[in-house]
């Protein structure tokens, strides 16, 4: 996990503006900001359907300021619900720690399930930013985010393009 989260580090913009927020990286390693997953992937077609742009999508990402943080900072896919749903609760604390120092403009889940979790430790933090959900774009659920993404896409702050 130290190499997810070093790589997740160069990605951080110096001004989260919108900071999406996933359950944890993957045990399998395709990890977001290696741009092989296909959170990546759909998240790309979600900005480019919407916002239009070409080029390095990861980069483009961060220069919007958004950012993507996990709720867990180890994977919990492949635990079984019980654990994987109190191991989620268990890193709310950790989570509003890093939205306290990430200041974000607008949150977004990345997965339904952790919607409650997100608010209360947007909450803890003092956070006052709109917050929205999306189901994650997995096991039949692609068009739903699709369609949840274009419809708060134009609304999530972003900082201005450098020319």
């Known amino acids: 996990m130290e190499a997810v989260e070093a790589t997740r580090v160069r990605f951080r913009p110096e001004r989260i503006t919108t900071l999406f927020v996933g359950e944890s990286a993957p045990a399998s390693g395709d990890f977001f900001y290696d741009g092989n997953s296909t959170m990546v ?19 483009r990402f961060k220069a919007y300021g958004w950012y993507l943080d996990d709720l867990v900072l180890t994977p919990v896919n492949q635990l079984a619900k019980a654990q994987r749903d109190a191991t989620c609760l268990a890193a709310q604390s950790s989570l509003a720690v890093r ?27 003092g956070s006052n930013a709109p917050r929205f959900a999306v189901p994650f774009p997995g096991m039949g659920q692609q068009s739903r985010f699709q369609a949840a993404m274009a419809q708060i896409i134009p609304t999530l702050p972003r900082l201005p393009m450098s020319p």
Not at 43 to 50: G, L, S
């Open 41 to 59: 992937r759909h998240m790309q077609r979600a900005v480019e359907e919407t916002l239009g742009g070409a080029g390095d999508f990861l980069n």
């Open 99 to 125: 939205i306290a120092e990430y200041r974000p403009l607008a949150i977004v889940s990345l997965l339904i399930s952790i919607k409650a979790i997100v608010e209360a430790a947007a909450i803890a933090a």
